[in-house]
């Protein structure tokens, strides 16, 4: 027997979702099904806005609502110095230790030879437009993740930077080799930012 059409486009749908079978997908759909109606307006309508009123901000490169992003427009926070990252998810994991108190800059990649990935397919233009038309950044903190591309990476911000007479650091390793900064905890992060060293 088949599945009416509306409940097999739900389990493709839910399907779609990273790690989800179609076993787990399934279990999803008949939950959905049985869900309150009011409470499937919400969780629809969550999908649809979060798609349709998130983007990045053409400044840093954050995921936000409004551009520029509220990081880039809080007028407390430190415009001396600027922190780059590779995934939005850095950023959140970096804010909420509250120890660092300036900008951001998403590079939503790193540079990787071996995958084809080159200073024009990740947000590197940007940044160095930002610091063009500024003379307020005196730092750049490179906070790529503890992998050879993130090395990499950081040594070409280094080398491009540098001569603009900017200071260019890199978070200590604290973080062990090959680590994400997604997956580091708190107390490694702040001492990693606390004992960065420059480039
Ligand atoms: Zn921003």
Redesign the pocket.
Known sequence: MQYPDPIAKLIDSYMKLPGVGEKTATRLAFYTIDMDKEDVHTFADALVNAKEQLHY??????I?DV???????DKSRDRGTILVVEQVKDVMSIDRMNEYHG??HVLHGVLSPIEGLGPDDINITSLIRRLQNNDEVHEVIVATNATPEGEATASYLARLIKPAGIKVTRLAHGLAVGSDIEYADQMTLMKAVEGRTEL
């Open positions: 901000c053409s400044v840093c490169g954050n936000t551009d520029p992003c509220a990081i880039c427009t900008l951001y």
